[in-house]
């Protein structure tokens, strides 16, 4: 494809299709949604998005009915910041525990199909779950951070403590 810059003559009526759509506020928290729920998996933390996703609709929402209450109407994009660093900190989430009722530091493991195949050794991966401060009816599964660093010794361990 040729671009070339149009004359002046050619741009007075001219009207350029091409731009793309622009992204809705919605979309546009999506998105930073995702990066920041992507960043927070890459350290190994919990996210709690429905809790962040809550957050933004309240704040809009109240931004919307206090625009309504000062001028009559809604302004055309109400912005609404969030900070997506209180939804992967650890002080808001709680560990789940044992029936004993102490904490402990996993809790459990669970069988990697992919992991297996590509070792010939079959691979458990350690997870902990959290539960988030006010939405403790949704756990948060969160793996051990050395995934894909495997030790044998570790492996065949995991192996004869599950036969």
Not at 53 to 73: A, F, H, L, P, V
Not at 107 to 125: I, M, P, W
């Amino acid at each position: 494809m040729i671009e070339r810059i149009p004359t002046s003559a050619e741009s007075k009526d001219f009207q350029n299709i091409g731009q793309g759509r622009k992204l809705s506020e919605e979309d546009l928290f999506a998105y930073n949604l995702s990066k920041a729920e992507a960043e927070a998996h890459k350290k190994g933390l919990p996210f709690c998005a429905i809790a962040a996703k809550d957050d933004w609709k309240n704040s809009r929402q109240e931004q919307i009915t206090t625009s309504i209450r000062k001028r009559g109407y809604v302004s055309k994009n109400p912005v609404v910041n969030i900070d997506f660093s209180k939804y992967c900190d650890l002080k808001n989430f709680t560990m789940d525990e044992n029936p004993n009722g102490k904490e402990f530091k996993y809790t459990g493991e669970t069988h990697d199909a992919q992991l297996s195949k590509r070792h010939d050794k079959d691979v458990y991966l350690k997870f902990k779950v959290f539960r988030f401060t006010g939405y403790e009816n949704y756990k948060y599964r969160v793996f051990e951070p050395s995934m894909g660093k495997w030790d044998v010794k570790e492996v065949s361990s995991v192996q004869q403590q599950k036969n």
